[in-house]
């Protein structure tokens, strides 16, 4: 396809405008997850030692947190109204299913978040501590409530369960309250959930220790008596509480990646299969450094140009099982298409299964993964780094530890942007996959299921969604600009070196206890 066909093709424009909107607000979404949390125990760390350097990072990220916040807000209301308009068909078919958890997340997750973060910022000095340090919590567990019901709809649509089709109006329905427990209780939305929470703390700790030793190294180089005791006292303890943080999140990030990879071998396989560069089945499949090029679906195809392969490693992801059974691209093809043909639904509305491409686009489904784990380890190289520079009370000035802090803050931002732009690209060409073993048993929830080109609004033209497209993408362009200014600017300011915390400021609540926020 041309770049003018596809620039005219509704459903090519429609994919590309719902996913840079997606990407470009779930990029501020592991901050705001993480960070809140990040937060409330820095207040209460401060609540419980009364320790000044606690308020200082509490009140210092805390900025950086209500920027990042009201960003995230804005971009999300811009993703929902696409459901409602590009992707009307999509909406008509999953509404059923996504109305409950989009509506609990909506009036229980988002208002308790929202509400209790009104609370926080304007509760200096006028609640008392006790309860000001509760309500950074229910902001906190807001967000992972929110996160919660989202991605149990995310995983309805990678993996449908609890879900009856009805033919007469061709939507997917929920079955009762018992399809709802299914929902939630699924293995790929329980490890899908644990690898999104996960890896917002690796991001939020990976920034919270980039900042701290960044200024830790550079208050130290300083040389003055007011920096090295900044440097010593305030940035050291806040850089290896956010280096810990990089740990347990790596950790939880690997493990929980680890547990929804094999998941995803069992519901999705054919996205699996292209991550891992398998053509063919194949009896201990080996890890694919590189590769260019795509598996064919037919013998005489051009085979794929491989790069450092290690024998079994792609079974063992797959199968805990160094010499187990990987299937392959071109055999997950022929069986899809002969489950597919046995489906009397899936024909009625689609037609014979072979004249369609089953195959993720490939490329973007093989590196995304790759990139998504290599930026993601880079975190542990800092957490190594970082915490043995300041072993033992030591307060480093190692210019290129300071240095090697600031490049690495994007990186675990990039590595969960990757990690959904592989979740979502390679389920493709689906929009909602097919639940596997219920359409092989014959089953009523065999026939849920929704290919990406019938979820587009049919009332849409191309040139509508291509002319928003642009729009959104400059304006986007223009709010990344001025989220990064603010970031740098506030970042740059640091933490005041004299703390207004003695009891009168803190009982009066006068405009400097706010001025951390606005």
């Given amino acids: 396809m041309t770049l003018a066909q596809a620039a005219l093709d509704s459903v090519t424009v429609g994919r590309w405008q719902f996913g840079i909107t997606t990407v470009y607000h779930f990029v501020l979404v592991p901050l705001t997850i993480g960070l809140s949390l990040l937060v409330a125990i ?12 606690w308020l200082k990072a509490t009140r210092f990220f805390g900025k950086l947190l209500l920027i990042n916040f009201a960003l995230g807000v804005a971009t999300g209301i811009v993703q929902e109204f696409q459901f409602g308009m590009n992707w009307s068909e999509y909406s008509r078919y999953v509404g059923d299913i996504f109305g409950a958890p989009l509506a609990v997340e909506a009036l229980l997750a988002f208002f308790l978040e929202s509400t209790f973060l009104g ?8 609640l008392s501590k006790g309860l000001h340090l509760a309500t950074i919590w229910c902001v906190a567990i807001g967000t992972m409530l929110s996160a919660m019901w989202i991605l149990a709809a995310n995983a309805w649509m990678q993996h449908p369960v609890g879900t009856v089709y009805n033919p007469e109006t061709g939507r997917a329905e929920l079955d009762g309250m018992g399809g709802f427990l299914e929902l939630i209780t699924s293995g790929v939305y329980l490890s899908e959930f644990a690898h999104v929470i996960t890896s917002a703390w690796l991001v939020a700790g990976t920034f919270v220790a980039g900042i701290a030793l960044w200024w830790m190294v550079r208050s130290q180089r300083e040389g003055s008596p007011e920096a090295t005791s900044q440097a010593a006292n305030a940035w050291r303890p806040i850089a290896r509480f956010g280096l810990i943080v990089v740990l347990v999140g790596g950790i939880g990030t690997a493990v929980s990646g680890h547990i929804q990879g094999q998941e995803m071998v069992k519901v999705q396989p054919m996205k699996m299969a292209a991550a891992e560069g398998v053509c063919v089945d194949t009896d201990g499949a080996a890890f694919t450094v590189a590769q260019f090029g795509e598996c064919p679906l037919g013998d005489d195809g051009r085979q794929p140009t491989q790069f450092i392969r290690v024998p079994g490693v792609a079974s063992f992801m797959s199968h805990n099982d160094f010499s187990a059974t990987s299937e392959g691209v071109a055999d997950i093809q022929n069986r899809m298409v002969e489950t597919l043909n046995g489906n009397e639904d ?9 004249q369609y491409d089953f195959r993720p686009p490939q490329m973007v489904t ?11 380890m880079v975190a542990f190289l800092l957490a190594a780094w970082g915490l043995w520079a300041t072993r033992k009370g030591q307060v480093s000035d190692n210019k290129w ?3 090697f802090a600031l490049v690495n803050l994007p990186l675990p931002f990039l590595a969960a942007s990757f990690g959904w732009i592989f979740t979502e690209m390679g389920r493709q060409p689906w929009v909602v996959v097919p639940n596997l073993q219920a359409l092989a048993n014959g089953e009523p929830l065999g026939s849920v299921m929704m290919m990406t080109e019938a979820g587009i609004s049919s009332a849409v033209p191309a040139w ?8 959104f993408t400059l304006l986007y362009g ?4 001025i989220w ?8 740059k300011e640091g933490i005041a070196s004299k703390a207004k915390t003695d009891n009168s400021e803190k009982e009066s609540g006068s405009s400097d206890d706010l001025s951390f926020g606005y």
């Fill in 346 to 354: 899936f024909v009625a509305k689609y037609g014979d299964a072979s």
């Fill in 401 to 403: 530890l300071g240095t």
């Fill in 464 to 471: 509508q969604m291509l002319t928003t497209l642009i729009l």
């Fill in 366 to 376: 093989f590196w995304s993964f790759r990139l998504m784990i290599g930026l993601g």
């Fill in 119 to 126: 609370l926080w910022i304007f509760g200096w000095g006028r």
């Fill in 484 to 491: 990064f200014l603010l970031m740098k600017r506030y970042t």
């Fill in 42 to 53: 820095m207040q209460t760390k401060w609540h419980r030692s009364g320790n000044e350097t």
């Fill in 478 to 481: 223009v709010l990344g600009v």
